[in-house]
Nanobody, 124 residues
């Protein structure tokens, strides 16, 4: 019933930028925190960034802090991830997720709906 659709992925050179967007269905988008996760081939899914339902609090993995910025527009039912100073190690499929339960923003388990993912590739 809840659908999340990511867009904005692509191939960029190291040092470049990309902006990912996630569009959510429904009229209860503002009730939930949202997060971005990523998964590279052969690696576990890892937390990237998250934002509270009001947008008043943000959370970042140490590996992206200072380079990535998460934001949301509740009027448009979207959450975005601005990625600057990209590195080859950022190459992964990026997933948007809804935080449906209480718990740590940094953990996978509180998130109950996931998008299909968008590929980000950073060349050296």
């Amino acid at each position: 019933q809840v659908q999340l659709v990511e867009s904005g992925g692509g191939l960029v050179q190291a040092g470049g930028s990309l902006r990912l967007s996630c569009a959510a269905s429904g009229r209860t988008f503002s009730y939930y925190g949202m997060g971005w996760f990523r998964q590279a081939p052969g690696k576990e899914r890892e937390f990237v960034a998250a934002i509270s339902r009001s947008g008043g609090a943000t959370y970042y993995a140490d590996s992206v802090k200072g380079r990535f910025t998460i934001s949301r527009d509740n009027a448009k039912n979207t959450v975005s991830l601005q990625m600057n100073s990209l590195k080859p190690e950022d190459t992964a499929v990026y997933y948007c997720a809804r935080k449906g339960d209480s718990g740590s923003y940094y953990q996978v388990t509180p998130y109950d709906y996931w998008g299909q993912g968008t590929q980000v590739a950073v060349s050296s």
